[in-house]
């Protein structure tokens, strides 16, 4: 990736006191980090929604003390199992002073995290933050609790150094991010001519970075999940009787699955590899730039080999191609020891993740008329059937759009190297749906380490990712600004 002269970062005179202040208070930044993850948000279920509600009460209370006027907005009612009803979360709409000759940036986050207990095999309490050898370690700390801290640390660091705004802010923030953000998309649909009508830009940090070296997202891929339901006998049967007389539901199932997915990696039901755009010298010269090391990532992992045998070929697999993961089996004898149950139903369970050009709704009926079909070949008469869920569009972003300009300046700012262009292998819907439903630009631009372990028993941030990536926003505010007033005459060449 290359800038041009013109697209070099600007004067950063001015940032100095901003990066100072950030220097002098990050013990009061890592603190308040402390009090956000001690607050158990977990929105797996809605038994503990009245935690996820408190820390966005939390969030809300710090943007209005900062001075934003604040909107909890509805999303509805969630349907549960048993046909109860309950309200969710709020999502929040926030906004600061507006200047209608600003450029206005939309930031979203979101505050609910994955489930954690210490007992899963966590070194520390997870709602602890614990502060080892530089890293903070604590459920929601880079997932994504962190760096919506560090954008409403940025605009508190212009407010206390008495510099004005650069640019107009808008937050979105969202407590049911880890559960499929549902009501969103339908908030950012009826908003769109009103809380999103005057947004230039929308930023999302919500992702980490592929190697040791600062990144910008431009791309994501989406996902389906799959149920693969086969039913048999009416009851579980024992095997020494019926061994070898009856069709069994999980040799059936195996059956089934293994017809997905070759030796390889490569899917086999037919017509999803054909949807797969090529790839084009300029892409591939995006992945020869990035400092991926196969030898370093197999040791982090315990993976003995990989698929692939170069650097660029693990990437792609990993961000520009699908792939198909088995998850599980519902159903199947999990107890320790020998067992002999032939078990009456078992549900197997698998994803895709996809890529651009794959339609959810075309992938759903590509993977049930496979299923079908070799299920027919079975001539078992067991009873098969197939469902599917989430159905999430991947995105991806174009690089000749100026706010990556803006990434780019505020990373060489703050970092003294370009930024990675990278692409993330996991699903984040909310890139797609604000891009399709307001129109507007969107980037991802992460701050969290490549060993950040969101999800994990071992979440941290790093200390110096947490107090840099705070000045990686504020730098981003000025460099958006400096870009917005000169936009005819900037250009990215990729």
């Known amino acids: 990736m290359f800038l041009s002269a013109a697209s070099r970062p600007s004067s950063t005179s001015s940032l100095d006191s901003l990066f100072q202040y950030i220097e002098e208070h990050q013990d009061e930044f890592v603190q308040k980090l402390g009090e956000w993850v001690s607050v158990q948000s977990d929105s797996s279920t809605p038994a503990l929604w009245g935690e996820v509600e408190r820390v966005l009460s939390m969030t809300a209370d ?38 209608p000759e600003k450029a206005t940036l939309c930031i979203y986050g979101h505050v609910d995290v994955q489930p954690a207990k210490k007992e899963d095999g966590w070194d520390t309490d997870p709602y602890t933050l614990t502060e080892l050898n530089g890293n903070l370690y604590g459920r929601g700390a880079t997932d994504n609790k962190g760096p919506v801290l ?30 499929g953000s549902d009501g969103l998309e339908e908030l950012t649909q009826r908003c769109k001519d009103s809380f999103f009508s005057d947004v230039d830009y929308i930023v999302i940090s919500d992702n ?10 431009y791309g994501t891929r989406g996902s389906s999940y799959f ?48 949807m797969v755009a090529p790839v084009t010298k300029e892409e591939r010269k995006l992945y020869e730039g ?24 693990v990437l792609m697999a990993r961000w520009r191609y699908p792939s198909l993961s088995i998850h599980g089996i519902e159903g199947a004898v999990s107890i320790q020891g020998p067992q ?39 001539n078992s008469p067991n009873r098969l059937r197939v469902t599917s869920s989430v159905g999430a569009w991947p995105w991806l972003a174009d690089l ?19 930024p990675e ?16 439903v307001t129109g507007k630009s969107v980037m991802m631009l992460p701050i969290g380490g490549h060993d950040d372990g969101e999800h994990s028993q071992k979440e941290k941030i790093s200390r110096y990712n947490f107090i840099q990536g705070t000045k990686l926003f504020v730098a981003y505010f000025h460099e958006l600004s400096m870009l917005h007033k000169s936009l005819p005459q900037i250009q990215c060449n990729i």
């Open 340 to 378: 002999t149950v032939i078990p009456k139903q078992v549900v197997g369970k698998f994803s895709i993740r996809l890529v651009p050009h794959m339609e959810p709704a075309t992938v759903e009926r590509q993977v049930k008329e496979h299923l079908h079909g070799v299920f027919a070949q079975l």
């Open 208 to 217: 980490v970075w592929a190697t040791r070296r600062p990144a910008l997202t």
């Open 290 to 313: 990035i400092h991926f090391d196969l030898e370093e990532t197999k040791l982090e992992t315990g993976v003995q080999r990989f698929l692939q045998d170069s650097k660029e070929g």
């Open 150 to 179: 560090a954008w409403l640390h940025a605009i508190e660091t212009y407010q206390a150094t008495s510099q004005e705004l650069p640019v107009n802010i808008k937050l979105i923030i969202e407590g049911l991010e880890e559960v």
């Open 400 to 418: 000749k759009d100026p706010q990556y300009v803006a990434g780019c300046r505020a990373v060489e700012v703050v970092f003294g190297v370009e």
């Open 421 to 436: 262009l990278i692409r993330e292998g996991s699903t984040i819907p909310i890139a797609h749906d604000f891009h399709k």
């Open 62 to 99: 710090r943007i209005t003390a900062m001075g934003g006027v604040v909107e909890r907005a509805d999303i509805g009612a969630q349907q549960l199992p048993g046909g109860q009803s309950v309200r969710r979360p709020p999502v929040i709409l926030a906004q600061f002073h507006m200047d």
């Open 227 to 274: 149920f693969v339901e086969v039913e048999g006998p009416k009851t579980d049967l024992h095997s020494g009787v019926f061994g070898g007389s009856v069709h069994e539901p999980m040799m059936d199932l195996i059956a089934l699955l293994d017809s997905l997915l070759g030796h390889t990696g490569k899917i086999l039901v037919p017509g999803l590899n054909e």
